[in-house]
């Protein structure tokens, strides 16, 4: 959910802008690898779903190839039944055959749209291979963000689950997670926060108006206007 994809553009000049060489670029909160795939050295990449990480590992370093279209049966069944599959398996059906991405969040298979019919898994499939030759040489992690080894000083782009916004498969802490940024930020790495809002003592440093069906009131579906923000603490 929530892919930075449409906006990379904008903001990893900024998240780069002054980067070392061998600095690394550290994503805490990595998900889609629409940030971190555009970016090239030394890079880590890490997300709580176990699920999502074993799918990366299978397609970038395995190069394991998914089906193309899976049925609502086979969805279900996989949904029900994670044991009985393999974890990239699981990782892949339960995000990319899901509507919006959401974790096993309904089944998105073929549609008929008013600009036609379309078909979900298939452009989650050529949009994901072509993500693969980028994402060679990332090293990926599975953990929650707090118990994540970063190397020192390193530059930390963070996409956490907006405040306010529908709910990830766990109940997020948001302010643990602010508390978590300052840390960081005093042991000398350089971190960037995409959401909404943030505490006073950060500051914004990037913002957009953008159309989302995640909505920040918490639904999925339609169109609603947000105001995306980039912010880092306050020096």
């Given at each position: 959910m929530g892919s930075k994809n449409r906006i990379a553009k904008e903001l990893l000049p900024i998240l780069l802008k002054d980067r070392k060489p061998n600095q690394w670029y550290v994503e805490p909160f990595a998900g889609g690898m629409n940030m971190i795939d555009k970016v090239d050295g030394n890079r880590l990449a890490n997300d709580s779903n176990e699920y999502l990480i074993k799918m990366w590992i299978a397609l970038v370093e395995d190069e394991w190839i998914p089906n193309s279209y899976v049925s609502k049966d086979k969805y279900l069944s996989v949904k029900n039944n994670k044991q009985s599959y393999e974890p990239c398996v699981v990782g892949w059906i339960g995000f990319n055959c899901s509507y919006s991405g959401k974790y096993f969040g309904g089944f998105a298979?073929?549609?008929?749209t008013k600009q036609g019919q379309r078909n979900y898994q298939e452009e989650a499939h050529r949009n994901i291979k072509k993500q693969i030759p980028n994402l060679t040489g990332v090293e990926f992690v599975s953990?929650?963000?707090i118990n994540l080894h970063i190397p020192d000083q390193s530059i930390i782009y963070c996409d956490p689950p907006y405040e306010g916004t529908t709910k990830y498969k766990d109940d997020f802490n948001h302010l643990e997670f602010w508390n978590w940024v300052?840390?960081?930020?005093?042991e000398g790495h350089t971190v960037f926060v995409s959401e909404y809002n943030a505490p006073d003592d950060f500051i914004c440093v990037w913002q957009k108006e953008l159309k989302s069906s995640l909505s920040a009131n918490g639904t999925i579906g339609g169109s609603k206007k947000s105001i995306e923000k980039l912010f880092t603490l306050r020096k």
């Amino acid at each position: 959910m929530g892919s930075k994809n449409r906006i990379a553009k904008e903001l990893l000049p900024i998240l780069l802008k002054d980067r070392k060489p061998n600095q690394w670029y550290v994503e805490p909160f990595a998900g889609g690898m629409n940030m971190i795939d555009k970016v090239d050295g030394n890079r880590l990449a890490n997300d709580s779903n176990e699920y999502l990480i074993k799918m990366w590992i299978a397609l970038v370093e395995d190069e394991w190839i998914p089906n193309s279209y899976v049925s609502k049966d086979k969805y279900l069944s996989v949904k029900n039944n994670k044991q009985s599959y393999e974890p990239c398996v699981v990782g892949w059906i339960g995000f990319n055959c899901s509507y919006s991405g959401k974790y096993f969040g309904g089944f998105a298979g073929v549609v008929e749209t008013k600009q036609g019919q379309r078909n979900y898994q298939e452009e989650a499939h050529r949009n994901i291979k072509k993500q693969i030759p980028n994402l060679t040489g990332v090293e990926f992690v599975s953990c929650n963000y707090i118990n994540l080894h970063i190397p020192d000083q390193s530059i930390i782009y963070c996409d956490p689950p907006y405040e306010g916004t529908t709910k990830y498969k766990d109940d997020f802490n948001h302010l643990e997670f602010w508390n978590w940024v300052r840390e960081k930020s005093k042991e000398g790495h350089t971190v960037f926060v995409s959401e909404y809002n943030a505490p006073d003592d950060f500051i914004c440093v990037w913002q957009k108006e953008l159309k989302s069906s995640l909505s920040a009131n918490g639904t999925i579906g339609g169109s609603k206007k947000s105001i995306e923000k980039l912010f880092t603490l306050r020096k």
